[in-house]
């Protein structure tokens, strides 16, 4: 066996080295790298040019110096152990536990970059799953295997909600096996805290599996925590019978991560600076969504992206949602309100609720309820906007009943308690409430048969 | 001189390069490093050629060894295509599923065209008959709506000395043809080099229209068989609802799917959908004329980049027996894309926004492959290609590059507003902005085979539209109420355009198709009504109650109608007419 290990590092540049004179080294190896004061950091293989390997450092190469770096190559990718006892633990982003219980003994290692699941092997999404949030449940429906990212802000709660899914998600089937992986790229200490305190709280955390790379952890680590946390939901899915919530945040700042190495590799940018593959580098996450014929267990992803500037075409919201199924957007005007989740209704979208609602899934009426709600908080909107524009003498009787119920929507329907896990009937019972506001004959798309059976009989 | 056995030397994700390759081409497969995994070389400069990898390169590095195939990346054509699922080189999904798992995993490898299946072969042409490329030598039924022409290899003619009815897999020999160079076996299958298009007699303008059932585009913005469309929006904006529609209803022979780059579980739902729909014409399940090419945007990215010229060669193949195809690809922003990352790991000079300086000519080259044409051959078989390429332009911005160089190439244009979707106006194609430059040729058939007012029918539908914008500019400052009674008729009209003709809900079963008839009669009945409310309004009838007289009601329903119902409508326009005469004046 040639030797594998290197001092022959001849340039740092960001978060990359350049070793020279590497024999035999592949690409995407891992490496050890071990400074003169005897403290080692991590690296992967990203280049090899001849003799001439470029590495980068995933806890960053700040205090590293060429000459007393000893390189060491591993002959392997990057690689997890997996085992069902990580959950309930809480990881670094690199895998290694950091709540001071025992190491873990893997069942298995595995490749964190997985493998792509063949197109032929899918099963469709269509099981209902869930999240006692009302606009997500009734009007925005989840699905098993399904990617359904929240775009928020800065300063919105989307960690509140992230949260509360975590918490609160299930499958309507009993006897099903439930597991929550939680990836943190880039959070701060205290949204972490809030996490894992809220897990603990909530006694959620028995049932996850937590990787948290923070703000002050280095940035480059921030690439392999999401594969870290996909492989670990794929031994659990497909391997453990388990239904597997992924939930993601935050995507912006892995994204940033990746136009950090881009850059200093002196790549050709794309759009504001990011790299010409981040489309390919995203799918290569939100793809890791779904389900496989004849295995019971399934992968569901929430990842959380915070939109610079509150903006859907800033390219990582706007590539994300030509990948995921759907998205979620947080309204910072509703959040202004006091609106808790501030969910923006309208401009949100799951493309596979069609799949997942109606008899035997959720209720039969399911579909002509939200496609009445949604009919009439736009209306609502609208008037409020002629409103505006207008004043309010310009509004027909019917514009007024409508603005009327727009505010009810959103107080009573939009807003829930922090801890309220309201089933669907529930939210289905609210949806109708406030649905009797509205005269019978204008419920066009409702069909009589529901109206009949469900319209709330007034005293 | 020339070598059959290189070496790596450097590695950088997709893109390998190797040295020692002499002799070897442009475009010429390799096996690359001690997985053998499958490449293409896309540059040449001395001694080193630049490789694009079709699967993840984790583990390969310098010194290792590079294999020559001899063969530009081609693919199998024969029996046994349709109803098949392709990644992007054509490797068999179902089958690499069945011997390797869920998950595709490096150097898997299965044949293209099952050798397990056995078909039969009927042979067409005799022994003594000297035939050319293109001629056919016999046939297979190869599904329930598609009659496999085994056909004479592009560039091989003579005399035919022996050929009889046999039975057998794809490689089973069906002639033998006495050529120039000696006798020469020919069985089912040709391979062909994909980015080399297939041979045609000659082209024709495009002059018969491809039916979608899509009422906005079929009468407004038609598409011709063998031409080119393009169909870009935003995300969210339905494109690939859309596509998926055109895959299922457009009255091609042959549909070919490519799913380039996009999301997984939406092939899954081609995959489930197709074998249970069943195609208007025949009453055969959509599956009995499609084939799939997946290559997810998971998938290794080079491969995506091969994944629109598999298609293609594909089609042309199923051209070339003299049918009317039709390719899908969803999404060429995805295939730009995968070009581009291989130009950036080249390091070539950047064009517009990082794609390579030759993106127009590579879109352009793709597009032209399409074409209403005479097929190679003695017979004069016509054939024709159309291609309908989704566009999915970041942050809906039709300025960028996919766009324009795509505009640039293709007659057709559907532009996805992500307005029309927000207000759940489906299919959320912008009229004001698309166009299509088949129109004079639909029009004329139309007019000869439809109806003589199509033409005139379809472009009084169009300027009430366009005057309904500029109207609706003017009601944005002033309110609807300060508009004239006539314009205000107008709206109501346009109205009545938008939502019960250009409006179609893609998952209604009734609604979901209309045909030619159908959507001329549909439309009729709207200007019918306009036509007579105009004068009656002229006369003294009082605008509110012109605008809510109760036919209208079931002109709202109309679409629902059935196809064969004629009556319907004739009585619908009846009743109009009645109760617009019944109005005081």
Not at chain 2, 287 to 307: D, F, G, K, Q, Y
Not at chain 2, 475 to 499: C, F, T, W, Y
Request: hydrophobic content about 40%; overall charge negative.
């Amino acid at each position: 066996m040639v030797t594998r290990e290197y001092s022959t590092t001849k340039e740092i540049i960001g978060p990359l080295i350049m070793v020279e004179g590497v024999e035999g080294i592949t690409y995407g190896e891992l490496t050890d790298i071990k400074l003169a004061d005897g403290s080692t950091r991590r690296g992967s293989v990203l280049e090899v040019n001849g003799d001439r390997a470029i590495v980068q450092v995933f806890e960053g190469t700040a205090g590293l110096s060429p000459r007393d770096l000893t390189v060491k190559f591993l002959a392997k990718g990057i690689e997890l152990g997996v085992s069902q006892d990580m959950l309930g633990r809480v990881f670094d982003g690199f895998g290694r536990p950091i709540d001071d219980g025992p190491a873990i003994i893997p069942e298995k290692w595995l490749n964190i970059n997985g493998n792509p699941m063949n197109p032929y092997a899918r099963d469709y999404p269509n099981e209902f799953i869930q999240t006692g949030i009302s606009t997500i449940d009734l009007l925005n429906t989840l699905v098993r295997g399904q990617k359904l990212p929240i775009f928020s802000g800065s300063g919105l709660p989307h960690s509140r909600m992230a949260a509360q899914i975590a918490r609160q998600a299930r499958v309507l089937k009993t006897g099903e096996k439930f597991a929550v992986v939680f990836a943190a790229m880039g959070i701060t200490f205290e949204e972490s805290e809030f996490f894992i305190a809220d897990f603990r709280r909530t006694g959620a955390i028995e049932r996850a599996v937590l990787f948290m790379n923070l703000a002050d952890d280095p940035a480059i680590e921030r690439i392999a925590v999401p594969r870290m946390a996909l492989t670990a939901a794929e031994f659990l899915a497909y391997e453990k019978d388990m239904h597997v919530l992924v939930i993601l945040t935050d995507l912006t700042n892995y994204c940033e991560a990746l136009r950090e190495i881009s850059a200093a590799r002196k790549e050709v940018p794309g759009r504001r600076g990011y790299p010409g593959y981040l489309y390919t580098d995203l799918s290569t996450i939100y793809e890791r969504a779904g389900r496989i014929k004849g295995k019971s267990g399934s992968i569901t992803q929430f990842p959380v992206l915070t939109m610079p500037e509150d903006d859907k075409t800033h390219p990582i919201p706007d590539l994300t949602g030509y990948i995921t199924e759907g998205q979620i957007i947080i309204s910072r005007p509703l959040h202004a309100q006091g609106i808790y989740p501030p969910v923006d209704v309208l401009p949100s979208l799951s493309r596979l609720k069609d799949k997942g609602v109606g008899a035997g899934k959720t209720r039969e009426d399911h579909a002509d309820v939200m496609n009445q709600l949604y009919a009439a908080y736009a209306r609502g909107k609208n008037a409020k906007e002629l409103a505006v524009v207008l004043g309010e003498s310009a509004l027909s009787e019917s514009d007024i009943l409508m603005v009327k119920f727009a505010d009810a929507f959103e107080d009573r329907f939009i807003r829930q308690g922090e801890d309220e896990n309201r089933t669907i009937e529930e939210s289905l019972a609210i949806g109708w409430d406030l649905l009797a506001m509205i005269p019978k004959s204008e419920l066009k798309r409702v069909r009589d048969a529901y109206i009949e059976k469900y319209y709330p009989k007034k005293d | 001189m020339s070598n059959n056995e290189g070496v790596v030397v450097k590695v950088s994700g997709p893109l390998v390069v190797a040295r020692g390759l002499s002799g070897a081409r442009m475009y010429e497969m390799v096996r690359v490093g001690n997985h053998g995994l499958f490449g293409e070389i896309i540059e040449i400069r001395g001694d080193d050629y630049s490789i694009q990898v079709y699967e993840e390169t984790e583990g390969i590095g310098p010194g290792q060894p590079v294999k020559r195939t001899g063969e530009a990346l081609s693919v199998e054509l024969g029996p046994g295509l349709i109803r098949s699922i392709y990644d992007g080189v054509q490797r068999p999904l179902d089958k690499l599923n069945a011997e390797y798992g869920d998950f595709i995993v490096r150097g898997a490898e299965s044949a293209a065209l099952d050798r397990s299946v056995e078909w039969v072969f009927d042979p067409v042409a005799k022994v003594g008959d000297v035939v050319q490329g293109g001629d056919v030598l016999g046939t297979v039924q190869e599904s329930k709506l598609v009659v496999h022409k085994i056909m004479t290899p592009p560039n091989v003619s003579g005399k035919v000395t022996k050929i009889a009815p046999v039975t057998g897999n794809v490689d089973t020999t069906v002639a033998v043809i006495e050529t120039d160079k000696g006798p020469l076996n020919v069985s089912m299958v040709q391979r062909w080099p994909v980015r080399q298009p297939r041979p045609v007699r000659r082209k024709l303008p495009p002059n018969v229209p491809l039916v979608t059932g899509q009422r906005v585009l079929d009468m407004f913005f038609p598409m011709a068989k063998g031409g080119t469309a393009c169909v870009p929006g935003p995300f969210g904006s339905g494109k690939t609802v859309v596509q998926h529609q055109l895959a299922k209803w457009a009255d091609a022979n042959i549909v070919v799917y490519v799913g380039c780059g996009e999301r997984g579980n939406e092939m899954t739902d081609v995959l489930m959908e197709f074998p249970e729909l069943k195609d208007p014409q025949s009453g055969e399940p959509l599956m009995e004329r499609t084939v799939l090419i997946a290559n997810t945007s998971n998938m290794p990215v080079a491969a995506r980049e091969a994944s629109v010229f598999t298609g293609i060669t594909i089609a042309e193949y199923f051209r070339d027996m003299g049918y009317s195809v039709a390719l899908m690809a969803d999404s060429t922003s995805r295939w730009a894309e995968a070009m581009r990352e291989m130009s950036g790991r080249l390091e070539e000079m950047p064009g517009e926004e990082g794609y390579p300086a030759y993106l127009g000519s590579r879109i352009a080259s793709f597009y032209e492959r399409s074409g209403s044409v005479i097929c190679q051959g003695s017979e004069e078989r016509p054939g024709s290609l159309s291609i309908i390429g989704a566009v999915s332009p970041p942050g809906g911005d039709f300025s960028e590059p996919v766009v324009q160089a795509t505009l640039r190439v293709v007659k057709v244009f559907w532009g996805l507003d992500d307005k029309l979707a927000f207000a759940r106006h489906f299919p959320a194609i912008n009229w004001l902005t698309s166009y299509s430059l088949y129109l004079d040729v639909v029009d004329k058939w139309a007019n000869e085979n439809l109806d003589p007012k199509w033409q005139e029918r379809r472009s009084r539908a169009m300027a009430i539209l366009q005057r309904e914008a500029e109207l609706e500019e003017l009601v944005r400052l002033v309110g609807m109420d300060a508009l004239p009674s006539e314009d205000r008729l107008l709206m109501q009209a346009a109205k009545m355009i938008r939502e019960d003709f250009l409006h179609q809900n893609a998952f209604d079963d009734r609604d979901t198709y209309t045909s030619l008839p159908k959507q001329f009669r549909l439309l009729s009945v709207i200007l019918h009504y306009y036509d007579e409310a105009r004068p009656a309004l002229a006369e003294g009838a009082p605008l509110s109650r012109l605008l809510s007289i109760e036919p209208l009601e079931d002109v709202s329903r109309a679409k629902l109608i059935p196809e064969d119902d004629t009556e319907a409508f004739e009585s619908l326009k009846k009743r109009i007419t009645e109760a617009i005469q019944a109005l005081p004046r």
